[in-house]
């Protein structure tokens, strides 16, 4: 099982910008999509962005494409989420998860996930 634990987030102003990351136990994530996913107060967790490891590809969710980018350090076996022009609607706690879905129940294990709080 995959040890994750993410950071970085905070208050940050209508427009601003905060870089998320998830550090990972395992030697390599070779084989590994990373994913992050946010639940906002009084909603259902969602899925944000993911990165396949070993290629490099991309998603993300219709909300955040043009303002969020997924990326990874292949040395430190961290995955990052630079959040651009942030509104109060991307205010939730963001959490990092190792698998193919974009389900958040299909995932039995969360870590403490980052608040991001975005004031108007």
């Known amino acids: 099982q995959v040890h994750l634990v993410e950071s970085g987030g905070g208050l940050v102003q209508a427009g601003g910008s905060l870089r998320l990351s998830c550090a990972a136990s395992l030697r390599t994530l070779s084989g590994y999509t990373m994913n992050w996913f946010r639940q906002a107060p009084g909603k259902e967790r969602e899925f944000v962005a993911s990165?396949?490891?070993?290629?490099?590809?991309?998603y993300y969710t219709d909300s955040v494409k043009g303002r969020f980018t997924i990326s990874r350090d292949n040395a430190r076996n961290t995955v990052f989420l630079q959040m651009n022009s942030l509104t109060p609607e991307d205010t939730a706690v963001y959490y990092c998860?190792?698998?193919?879905?974009?389900?958040?129940?299909?995932?039995?294990?969360w870590g403490p996930g980052t608040q991001v709080t975005v004031s108007s």
């Open positions: 998860n190792a698998g193919q879905s974009d389900l958040p129940s299909d995932y039995d294990s």
């Open positions: 990165i396949v490891w070993d290629y490099g590809t991309t």
